[in-house]
Nanobody
């Protein structure tokens, strides 16, 4: 059974930084699959934040976070981090780690990711 476990998150003032981590276990995948992050704020739809291909250097960002957030993979193939700098109150949301088994479909579409973490709260105060 695949499990995604997030860590990090918390509360910070605007302009601050936070770092999220995600470790996948029980995961048998192709060499080129995707891991990434979505977020959902109260009353809003889920939004793709960032994703990367574990077997290449392809990285994707939402326009709203490009230049402020950095997604990266750690030495272990099934661990990704999301460094969030210059945080804004509108970044406040539940953040979810996601993963797929075979990298097909649009990176920002929730439906292409069969595996989701439980979510971790990020709160940015003004």
């Amino acid at each position: 059974e695949v499990q995604l476990v997030e860590s990090g998150g918390g509360s910070v003032q605007a302009g601050g930084s936070l770092r999220l981590s995600c470790v996948a276990s029980g995961y048998t995948s192709s060499r080129n699959h995707r891991m990434g992050w979505f977020r959902q704020a109260p009353g809003k739809e889920r939004e793709a934040v960032a994703a990367l291909y574990t077997g290449s250097n392809n990285i994707f960002y939402a326009d709203s976070v490009r230049g402020r957030f950095t997604i990266s993979k750690e030495n272990a193939e099934n661990m990704v981090t999301l460094q969030m700098n210059s945080l804004k109150p509108e970044d406040t949301a539940m953040y979810y780690c996601v993963a797929d088994a075979v990298a097909t479909g649009k990176w920002s579409a929730p439906a292409v990711y069969p595996y989701w973490g439980q979510g971790i709260q990020v709160t940015v105060s003004s």
